[in-house]
C-alpha cells in the first residue's frame, strides 16, 4: 500500500515544483542575491546635488534622512559626515 509520500513522488506537479525551487536558488546563488544593485554615489560638489541625492548619500551610510528634512538640513548632515 503506497503511503503518502510515496504518492507526492509520482505527482509531475510536486517534481516540477521542487525542481523550480532548486532552479531559483541556484540561480540567486550564482547572482549572488543581488538582482537590484544600488546606485551608486553622486558625483561633484554636495551643493549641486538634488534633495532625494543628498538623502540617497545619507541612507547609504546608515544615517536615517528624515522625510521631512529640508535640503538645507540634509546639505548640512551630508557635509557633517564627509
Not at 506537479?13 to 553622486?42: C, H, K, Q, R, Y
Amino acid at each position: 500500500m503506497p503511503t503518502p509520500l510515496d504518492n507526492a513522488m509520482r505527482s509531475k506537479n510536486a517534481v516540477l515544483a521542487f525542481s523550480g525551487l532548486v532552479t531559483a536558488a541556484v540561480v540567486w546563488a550564482m547572482w549572488g542575491g543581488d538582482i537590484f544593485p544600488a546606485e551608486a554615489d553622486p558625483k561633484g560638489k554636495p551643493e549641486d546635488w538634488t534633495r532625494g541625492e543628498l538623502r540617497r548619500w545619507l541612507a547609504a551610510r546608515n544615517l536615517h534622512p528624515q522625510e521631512n528634512d529640508t535640503r538645507e538640513q540634509l546639505l548640512e548632515r551630508v557635509k557633517a559626515n564627509m
